[in-house]
């Protein structure tokens, strides 16, 4: 870890958590542009689909006509970011490991905490944690075809009850750079409160390891995450359902870290963030490839809550991100996506104003960007 991104990070630092089918690159590039966070998780992808995928393309080399591609699409402007792969196959895991080292990535990251079944069924993500060696058997190989990239975990703290003492050492015996607890089991999902007291015994486990150790679960915004780091001694927090219909999540974090008291995020100015990220890098296909960057939303542009990136987005201004961010989704995924992805971001874009559930009804219904477009238009003509 010494010599990676991961000894660099402040402390506490910050870290989006991956999530199927909403952190994926169009988001991540809202997100990086209106309030970048320490450190970028791809969606996880599966280990197995991507050495199909290498074995099918064969010599004729990686393009992006497959969707698994997609997901490891990413910027410039998302450094330091991390592939989260998943599987039970420890020589996929080393070829994967080799493809993600070519692709430029800073870090691979290995799912054990999934509590998806399809997942599971393959022998991946928490069911991973009833097989401790394999477990180990698939870091190890990870580290070898990455070539010295720094591998880190995202598990929870047990199966069905807590099995910190048996199942992190496991872990810490492998040498990770990190480690994301979910403080919650696999068989209580989401269902119960997340119990931060796990987090602060893996910390005490972690102590002289090397390995850093990263909080994860019911983080309601920047502030509480270093709440509970200062709590548990978390050297970072991972952030993950508080990012959703809210690009800004992360946007305090230079503030904070001055020694402000801010209670919630202080989104920046879409033209301020515009200036700071200019650099649209395209990196896939074990090489880097120059892009254009995305056309702008130039009808609906957010531009008036903060030239000086103070104050919280308004309606209009929230209702304008959202827009882009549709526009940045069919460009860059609408050949491999449906659209109806992006109807999930509008539950959270849309609520908690005059007529929101009658617009999430209408945006419910859309097909395309340009019909999201007009129905924004109209809503707002009526403000």
């Not at 074995?55 to 990686?62: K, N, Y």
């Not at 969707?67 to 420890?90: C, H, N, W």
Request: with cysteine; charged share 25%.
């Amino acid at each position: 870890m010494s010599n990676s991104f991961w000894s660099r990070l402040p402390k506490p630092f910050f870290c989006l958590a991956p999530l199927a089918d909403v952190t994926d690159a169009a988001f991540r590039r809202i997100i990086t542009k209106y309030g970048k966070p320490d450190v970028l998780w791809t969606e996880f992808v599966s280990v197995d689909g991507l050495c199909h995928v290498l074995r099918s393309f064969g010599e004729e080399g990686l393009t992006l006509s497959h969707p698994l591609l997609r997901d490891l699409m990413y910027t410039e402007a998302e450094r330091p970011i991390v592939a989260q792969i998943f599987g039970s196959k420890p020589d996929h895991f080393f070829q994967v490991a080799e493809l993600i080292r070519e692709l430029g990535f800073d870090g691979i990251d290995i799912n054990m905490g999934c509590p998806d079944r399809n997942v599971e069924k393959q022998g991946g993500g928490a069911a991973l944690i009833k097989s401790p060696e394999l477990a180990q058997e698939i870091i190890r190989a990870a580290q070898e075809g990455g070539g010295g990239l720094p591998v880190s975990v995202k598990t929870r703290v047990g199966f069905n009850k807590s099995e910190l003492e048996t199942w992190i050492p496991k872990l810490l015996e492998t040498k990770l750079a990190a480690i994301t607890v979910h403080a919650r089991t696999r068989k209580e999902m989401s269902k119960v409160p997340a119990q931060w007291g796990y987090v602060k015994e893996v910390v005490e486990m972690a102590k002289g390891s090397g390995t850093l150790i990263v909080g994860n679960g019911d983080v309601r915004d920047v502030n509480d995450g270093r709440i509970k780091a200062a709590e548990t001694g978390a050297d970072g927090v991972m952030l993950g359902r508080a990012i959703f219909g809210n690009p800004w999540l992360f946007a305090n974090l230079p503030q904070l870290r001055a020694g402000w008291q801010i209670e919630r995020p202080v989104p920046i100015s879409p033209r301020v963030a515009e200036r700071k990220n200019n650099d649209d890098t395209l990196v896939l296909n074990h090489a880097t490839q120059r892009r254009n960057r995305p056309s702008e939303a130039s009808a609906l542009r957010p531009d008036s809550f903060a030239e000086l990136g103070l104050g919280h987005p308004t309606i209009e201004e929230k209702l304008r991100v959202m827009v882009e961010h549709t526009k940045l989704f069919h460009e860059l995924l609408g050949d491999v996506k449906n659209f109806a992805v992006m109807k999930k971001h509008y539950k959270a874009y849309v609520n908690g104003f005059d007529g929101a559930r009658e617009l999430r009804m209408k945006l419910m219904e859309t097909e395309n960007p340009e019909q999201v477009e007009s129905i924004v238009r109209g809503f707002l003509g009526q403000l």
